[in-house]
């Protein structure tokens, strides 16, 4: 039924009620005590269809922001993978090597390492850290790692989960990344999830 229809039978019952017996002149206590009952319940059903309908509305543009904001950070991450090798899945995570210059112009490998991890700016949620590390002629990692959040604080990573394969060794790794961008409001909350796919453009002796 909805309000429309509502509204017209409240209005119809109400005149009904009120017009039953031709020969009162107004209306008793009693027939005004229940005009005043059935607007009250007709005007607490239109107020909490609106105001679900603000819920509503500001949890869809929460999520919007979140994943536009998610968005910016996947095509980070696919940019590093795809001069990366020697991939490895993690729990929550995946870390590889890729090439990078130093400080004086020197090409070095460097160890990187993407993974959710608690929200620096809210307990209740998280983020996408990433991590990166120097490595040595051997390819053992050398110095303390440096480390940093890249999501926006209005981004709550409630999935991320990667997956990794290659057709043959050494060769091309293929990884497939899910992640899960969460908003609420209130008692409230929706997950919009991301997937998508990357295939690194060196040849990777390791994919898994």
């Not at 899945?89 to 991890?117: A, C, H, Q």
């Not at 609420?184 to 997937?195: C, F, G, P």
């Amino acid at each position: 039924m909805t309000i429309k229809n509502l509204k017209f039978k409240i209005f119809t019952f109400v005149k009904f009620f009120m017009n039953g017996k031709k020969h009162q002149q107004g209306s008793t206590l009693v027939e005004l005590l229940i005009a005043l009952s059935i607007f009250a319940i007709f005007i607490t059903i239109a107020i909490g269809g609106f105001l679900q309908s603000l819920t509503n509305q500001r949890l869809v543009l929460k999520l919007i922001s979140a994943t536009d904001n998610m968005s910016l950070t996947i095509e980070q991450i696919m940019r590093e993978m795809r001069v990366g090798t020697s991939f490895m899945t993690l729990t929550d995570g995946i870390r590889f090597d890729r090439p990078d210059s130093d400080d004086l112009g020197m090409t070095v490998m460097r160890r990187v390492t993407y993974t959710k991890e608690q929200s620096p700016w809210d307990s209740t949620k998280f983020a996408i850290k990433r991590e990166v590390q120097d490595l040595d002629d051997n390819g053992i990692p050398s110095g303390p790692p440096i480390s940093d959040y890249i999501t926006s604080n209005n981004v709550n990573v409630a999935y991320f989960n990667t997956t990794a394969q290659a057709e043959y060794t050494p060769g091309p790794c293929r990884i497939n990344m899910v992640f899960g961008v969460k908003a609420e409001d209130k008692k409230v909350s929706i997950t919009n999830y991301i997937q998508t796919t990357v295939s690194s453009r060196i040849f990777s002796d390791i994919c898994e």
